[in-house]
């Protein structure tokens, strides 16, 4: 846990300092795995955390609200980013989803694939 803390820390600043990309380490849809993966993280060790200090019952029902309030912040943040331009999908996310949209709309990348 510590390890990838730092290592997405770490990785995203340096990322941020390459001047094409800048603050698009933050906001592209590409990245949005690896934000997703860290609040995982930082989630279950404060679960990991609160454990030691809840009964189990409490602690069942507080994961569960959690849980889903967590899944609609980060869906409702995601579809808010898209709605305001701040993140797009990218190409290759596109041709991820749908295989026909480099054929259609990429020529290079469907000749690479």
């Known amino acids: 846990m510590t390890a990838y803390n ?3 820390i ?3 600043l340096m990322a941020m300092q390459i001047p094409f990309v800048q603050f698009l380490a933050l906001t592209s849809s590409e990245h949005m795995a690896s934000h997703g993966v860290f609040i995982i993280v930082q989630v279950y060790q404060l679960i990991r955390f609160v454990k030691s200090y809840v009964p189990q019952e409490k602690l069942d029902q507080l994961f569960r609200y959690t849980l889903i309030a967590l899944s609609i912040g980060l869906g409702a943040g995601f579809i808010l980013l898209l709605l305001l331009g701040q993140t797009k999908w990218s190409g290759r996310s596109m041709t991820l989803l749908d295989p026909t ?3 259609k709309y990429i020529p290079i990348v469907a000749s690479v694939s």
Do not use: S
Request: charged content about 10%.
């Open 101 to 103: 949209y480099a054929k």
């Open 6 to 8: 730092i290592f997405y």
């Open 10 to 12: 770490l990785g995203t």
